[in-house]
């Protein structure tokens, strides 16, 4: 069975920088990422990796956010950087069992629980 766990969420100013986490437990998990959601707002595709080393990124995070990954820990990384209020959300790790990354949720078969980002102006 697996299991994400995230952590590394809290509230920091704008401008200011946050690492997330999420380590992985189980099955081999082709594909890892991140969601976010939004108070009163529906859940979007933020950023993933694949095990062959391709990203993709949400068009409002390119430039700021990264992603990464340890394949040996079976955990990725999200470094977020010059963060802005808009960023605050809970943020939530994704994995499937399929090279290709979709930024669609139904194309994730595996989630964590999620991590608190506040971002003060």
């Known amino acids: 069975q697996v299991q994400l766990v995230e952590s590394g969420g809290g509230l920091v100013q704008a401008g200011g920088s946050l690492r997330l986490s999420c380590a992985a437990s189980?099955?081999?998990?082709?594909?890892m990422g991140w969601f976010r959601q939004a108070p009163g707002k529906e859940r979007e595709f933020v950023a993933a990796?694949?095990?062959?080393?391709?990203?993709n990124y949400r068009d409002s995070v390119k430039g700021r956010f990264t992603i990464s990954r340890d394949n040996a820990k079976n955990t990725v990384y999200l470094q977020m950087n010059s963060l802005k209020p808009e960023d605050t959300a809970i943020y939530y790790c994704?994995?499937?069992?399929?090279?290709?990354?979709?930024?669609?949720?139904?194309?994730?078969?595996?989630w964590g629980r999620g991590t608190q980002v506040t971002v003060s102006s």
């Open positions: 189980g099955d081999t998990l082709y594909t």
């Open positions: 994704a994995a499937r069992t399929r090279y290709d990354i979709v930024v669609y949720q139904a194309g994730y078969a595996y």
């Open positions: 990796r694949s095990l062959t080393g391709h990203n």
